[in-house]
């Protein structure tokens, strides 16, 4: 089944759905595709789980495009988080995973607040990270409670990860020739957003004002959606954290042709995965006994950790596949080719970069004759500390610069932006942490700091992730993160570069006190593209 075949059978089921007797407006009972749920409130919020927006992607359903639910009879509990998506879990204390992981995870989680009004209410739509291997919408500090009493309806939901969610294989593209192939996962986030544009309505929530913000691999999905042709209208606003913006972040194969770019295509991959579990030929038979491998044996010893030496087998995440993914973001950035929404984009202070120099005259050498302006920009104490300072090279590299360059190239195309640094630090942590690491500004946008740090919680935590919390939701209303009583934050202007700045002290908005660091590192952006 194409993907257009199997929206038009969604649609069947949505307008079959459709034809009842109407439940009273925004109660805890709501019919959606497939059949009508009962959520559970408590404390002013009203939160569904589990609900699923696909059938399972398993059996004859691994690697397709996700498919209509069943129908169900009766009113199906919407008070228990479904299993996250198939997966080997790395220990993270950003946020752990909440259930255990199966291949059937197609499901999706709302909240909303409890009475709600007739008004029809900004939606937020959340991705989690995890480097599309690991990951999922259970963990508590993604509880979307403090959104819905700011008066969003937050949503949250599950994709494929890993060799589920991003593979290739000649046999795959025998049997469906014409469909999307490869990004399976992407086709999950795709489906998801669809499945808000036809239900939301039902929980209070406007199909025409939708927020998707993500973090990490999450965030990366956020330049997808604003580049791929296939999410066209689904998204109003974006936010990115942690997610990059240029080319090198991933490996970004071709699903077909091989080699580019010295990379063996997605198809290649999935030929040496199936020989690597004893199966051979690229035909109908071969794809038959790939669907039929236990799911523990697709996902093998695949995760966070090891997926730096599985390229000889996984794909390494989302491709180039001509249909989702016609192009890299970065490309289509300089092109025109993305969506004119609002958007509010950053990264950490301590974010995630990978240095393998073992000297300062490596760490150096990419800046060529803008050498001596890096090295005060990156090492102002002299240290010599070749870890320290080469780590801030390749974080700025993979993280700082290219929000900046979205922010900056959005910009210059009239859309409205914003930029940030999330700088804070729990005071619990400050003995450990210089700065704010990858994807500790997780809980301070959710506000779920108390999940997060329990007793170590300090009325500082507190206050910025209120305070966070708020220009999130801000932004989800109107495309502006300021409000009332909040520090301004500047819109970003390439010709001032302001941005604001989560310091220790709290939100603070103006020039961007590491704007040598950016300038520098996007010189040396331009000159290896």
Known sequence: MTLTHALTAVAVVALASSVRTADPPFADRVRVDGGAVQGA????????KGIPFAAPPV??????????????????PATAFGSDCMQKPFPSDAAPLGTEPAEDCLVLNVWRPAPATTTKLPVMV??????????????????GSRFAKRGLVLVSFNYRLGRFGFFGHPALTKESPNAPLGNYGYLDQIAALQWVKRNISAFGGDPDDVTVFGESAGGISVHMLLTSPLAKGLLHKAIIESGGGRDGLLPMRRLHEDVVNGLPSAESVGVSFAKSVGIDGVDAAALAALRRLPAERVVADLNLASMGTAAATYAGGPM???TIVVESPERAYQAGHNARV?????????????STATTLDEVFAPFGANKDNALAAYDPDKSGDVRAVGGRV???RLMGEPARFAAKTLAAQGVRTYLYRFSYVAESMRTQWRGAPHATEIPYVFDTVAAKYGKELTASDAAVAAAANAYWANFAKSGD??????VAWPRYDPKTDAIMDFTRTGPKGGPDPWKMRMDLTEAVAQVHR
């Open 59 to 76: 059996g004859d359903r691994r690697w397709k495009a996700p498919q209509p639910v069943a129908a169900w009879s009766g009113v199906r």
């Open 41 to 48: 409130a408590h404390d002013g919020v009203l939160a569904f």
């Open 342 to 354: 609002p958007l509010l984009v950053g990264a950490n202070s301590a974010d995630i970069g990978f």
């Open 481 to 486: 993160p300021n409000g009332p009583g909040a």
């Open 394 to 396: 390749a974080m700025d």
């Open 126 to 143: 959340w991705i989690y990270g995890g480097g599309f291997v690991n990951g999922g919408s259970s963990p508590a500090v993604y509880d």
């Open 320 to 322: 180039i596949d001509g």
